[in-house]
């Protein structure tokens, strides 16, 4: 992401709308999933990460990303 951005395209990344975005990482652990955003100057702010468990992104992990990137966004206006 360092070099590339943060536009890394499926299946690496998802675009969630309203400036989220999912980071998909497999490992031996299992599925891991990274939410974050971009601000100005190039920064990428990772907001949450979670163990995967089921097939859909569960509702309270996106809800504790959305709020995250609100706060974020809010300190840094």
């Known amino acids: 992401m360092v070099v590339l951005g ?14 989220l ?3 998909r990482l497999k490992g031996a652990e299992g ?3 990274v939410f974050f955003c971009t601000l100005v ?3 990428i702010v990772m907001l949450h990460s979670f163990m995967k468990k089921t097939d859909k992104t569960p509702p309270r992990e ?3 990303a959305e709020a995250r990137m609100e706060e ?3 300190a840094d206006a």
């Open 21 to 23: 975005f999912e980071l």
């Open 41 to 43: 100057g190039k920064r």
């Open 62 to 64: 996106r809800a504790v």
């Open 31 to 33: 599925i891991a999933r």
């Open 72 to 74: 974020i966004k809010h």
């Open 6 to 19: 943060p536009n890394l395209g499926k299946p690496h990344t998802n675009a969630f709308g309203e400036g």
